[in-house]
């Protein structure tokens, strides 16, 4: 049993008091927090002058979006996801191993060791190209909850077309794959994966419940009561969602899937921009999670999610960075950021998301999506722990050394990251693979996607007005649920001279 000890560090826990300690890891967990420890260990780290915290946690991305990073500046989300996801080569398994490695390197130099990764092979190499994503993570020595990403319906009938009827319905010119076909596929990679390696765990990923059919999602449910796994899904990102919702379901999607019994604390729901009281109540009553991407909600107009409410009503949330192609970037220190100032611009003072808070959601949010022992530094936790320092680190008293993280660091006082344990990132670099080799292999992918830009640009340019005339019909539309920021609506109103303000 490998054993590590880490002296001298100032411990930044959330519970406990910020005081110097030495911290005793044998295997891959916590055994000891004590003012002083004299036992010997395999290896030793003097940490003076560091502070030592948990791991952040990433509790939604895709960690193949690198090689859309950027684009579709300026689209919503139905246009974009046209614009971006669609028109080039599918990935091949080695595409997918290197660019979840960069994933993961990137990650971890900012701090942050864990990621639930919803994934998407292409089917005809599905056990190849999803083997070769979770390899990834095990290599790079990173933790991951990867959600393999389904859904059998093309993604123009799962927009709410009947808002325009007169308008024929384009397609994503390929035949979506049968659900059957989408489950056999799901339980051979939980046959595979399922505690292999205790870090790197599979879930089950519907898309979204609009994206797949009844026979799909009941089995993707059925899969994670069998094997006792996560389900990961997108729940109403988007307004347009919850109009396509009521036509596919007549309801709510969070009150199908209520109906159903699908609702448990193994269900994370990325987003959840549009969630109405009732879908919250139904969420906090059966422990079902939703995961907050407030970056990507914003580049891609998706709306502003009412963190105040899903709070009062003792939803569990945790935090996601989304895709590198919708933030444009995996940095969580980011995400915690905007997470602790954005919710200061609507309610009541008094419920304002305080630094605190939003680094609570990702840590120990997180760990509740992750359905691992991870987020703080005691005794029996899983030793994923980052260690900060350098000439811009002051140590300060507790409160201000946590406000001064959430809205100051970028990931650049990152010095030494332990993940299961394990020093997997030592001066800021790799202790277990060639950073430099990596780099230039991801660079190669990333310019040869290059050449199917044109191609992507002329698969939304025949596509693109469709999505406008019913992206337009979704704003011109009165009901539906009430939103924090409703995109689409003007600034000012009809004859006023003065800006009105947007919230409050």
Known sequence: MASLLIRHAHVLDLDLPFERADVLIEDSRIVQVAARLDV??????DATGKVLMPGLVNAHSHSSQILERGYGDGLPLDAWIV??????????????????????????????????????????TVDAGMDALMQAYVDMGFRAAVAMSMGDLDFFQTLPHGLVPELPVPSMDRVPVAADALLSAATRFLERWKNKVERVQPFVGPSAPQRCTDELLSGCFALAETYDVGVHSHVLE????????????????????????????????????????????????????????????????????????????????????????????QNMWEVVKLTGILHRVYG???????????????????????????????????????????????????????????????????????????????????????????????????????????????????????????????EARQDGPPGVLVPGQPLLAAGANKPQAVLG
């Open 40 to 45: 010997p260990a395999d290896r030793s780290i």
């Open 348 to 474: 009541q003072r008094s419920d304002w998301v305080s630094a605190e808070t939003a680094l609570r959601l990702c840590l120990q949010g997180g760990a509740r999506v992750m359905r691992q022992a991870i987020g703080a530094i005691k005794p029996g936790y899983q030793a994923d722990l980052v260690l900060l320092g350098g000439a811009d680190l002051f140590l300060r008293p507790k409160d201000l050394m946590i406000n001064s993280l959430v809205l100051g660091e970028l990931g650049g006082s990152v010095e030494t990251v332990v993940v299961a344990g394990e020093v997997v990132l030592e001066h800021g670099r790799s202790t277990r693979i060639d950073e430099d080799r990596l780099a230039r292999e991801v660079q190669a992918i990333v310019h040869a996607s290059l050449e199917h830009v044109t191609t992507r640009q002329d698969f939304l340019d025949e596509r693109y007005p469709y999505v406008e005339r019913l992206l337009s019909a979704v």
């Open 83 to 124: 614009a971006a996801l669609n028109g080039g080569p599918p990935p091949d398994p080695r595409t997918l191993y290197a660019l979840a490695a960069w994933s993961a390197l990137t990650q971890l130099k900012t701090g942050c060791t864990a990621v639930l990764d919803h994934a998407r092979a292409p089917f005809e």
């Open 238 to 329: 988007a307004r347009s969602q919850w109009f396509a919702c009521q036509e596919r379901f007549g309801m709510s999607p969070v009150v199908y899937l209520d109906n159903q019994g699908w609702l448990s604390d193994r269900l994370s729901c990325a987003h959840g921009v549009w969630l109405s009281e009732d879908d919250l109540r139904r969420l906090a009553g059966t422990g079902a999670a939703v995961v907050h991407n407030p970056v990507s909600n914003l580049r891609l107009a998706s709306g502003i999610a009412n963190l105040q409410r899903l709070l009062a009503t003792g939803t569990t949330v945790a935090l996601g960075a989304d895709g590198a192609a919708s933030n444009d970037n």
